[in-house]
């Protein structure tokens, strides 16, 4: 396999994942971003934790979707995540959900 065919097959995998996410996401509530993966999930609950002057995050997930191309199963029952870089945590809203009407992404109108 040449560079430019794994390039692209990496490629049409990020395309497929952007696919299945916009297919997903209305199923959500919440957007979680950690140091490493991307989520969707509808329940969240994030704790701040410290053990000898550290500070650390421990995030637990419920009904979670994962953004990670090189998983083959992306929808997860639970999840828990221990970070010791910031975890951003939103709550989705009607209006995040609606793509721009000419497809975003710099699309032709």
Known sequence: MSAEDLENYETEM???????????????SYVVETERR???AN???LQVRSA??????????????V??????ARFVKAVKV??????????????????????GFGAAS
């Open 67 to 72: 953004w990670d191309v090189y998983r083959p």
């Open 82 to 103: 221990v970070t010791f870089k910031d975890v951003n945590v939103e709550e989705l809203t009607p209006n995040d959900l609606q793509l721009p009407k000419n497809g």
């Open 14 to 28: 990020e395309l497929q994942l952007y696919r299945e996410y916009r297919d997903v996401v209305g199923l959500f």
């Open 52 to 65: 000898d002057g550290e500070v650390y995050f421990e995030v637990s997930m419920s009904d979670a979707w």
């Open 38 to 40: 991307f989520y969707l």
């Open 43 to 45: 329940q969240v609950d």
